[in-house]
């Protein structure tokens, strides 16, 4: 578990159906054994959200995960294997409210 982590979002709403986000995802430090030897760095990241409510109970979303496409380790099994956070990616989404 690491140490420090932070998750700060900012929210815009130029429009009555637009809405930007915008969001820092922040991981500490953490260690990959039982003997705190070995350390996986922290790592940042920036997402962001961008919705449009096509009606007042549709809404379509593109989410756009690691902006910067920065590439860090959320856990390795030991120093030679490093499992990769996920890479810049985008999810398009449609919400119904009833």
Do not use: C
């Not at 920036?46 to 989410?63: C, M, Y």
């Not at 856990?75 to 119904?96: A, K």
């Amino acid at each position: 578990m690491p140490r420090q982590s932070a998750n700060p979002w900012l929210r815009w709403t130029p429009l009555r159906q637009l809405q930007m986000r915008a969001g820092l995802r922040y991981v500490g430090q953490t260690y990959s054994d039982n003997a705190n030897l070995f350390r996986i760095p922290a790592y940042a990241t920036v997402d962001g959200t961008l919705s449009w409510a096509f009606t007042p109970r549709l809404t379509g979303d593109v989410h756009v995960y690691n902006l910067l496409d920065k590439v860090y380790a959320t856990t390795t099994y030991n120093e030679r294997q490093w499992i990769l956070g996920r890479p810049r990616s985008v999810d398009v989404s449609l919400r119904e409210s009833f």
